[in-house]
């Protein structure tokens, strides 16, 4: 089985945006998540750590770990 992700790191990845991390967060909480969009103690904090978290499955941690199957 190969992968797809991690993809090679480019310098500048206008895809990988803040938006991209509220899109994700909508629909954890469509399918029944708590939500990270509305205003509460924490809510930047949970939602860097999803943007971190996406940055960490598409990119990976190490620029040599990406690859194109």
Do not use: K, W
């Not at 945006?17 to 029944?32: E, I, M, P, R, S």
């Not at 809510?43 to 941690?61: K, P, R, V």
């Amino acid at each position: 089985m190969s992968r797809r992700f991690p993809i090679p790191r480019p310098t500048n990845d206008p895809r990988f945006t803040f938006g991209l991390a509220l899109d994700v967060a909508q629909v954890l909480t469509a399918h029944g998540y708590p939500s990270m969009t509305e205003p509460y103690d924490g809510c930047g904090s949970d939602l860097l750590a999803l943007q971190q978290a996406l940055f960490s499955l598409i990119y990976g941690t190490d620029v040599s770990e990406g690859h194109h199957s």
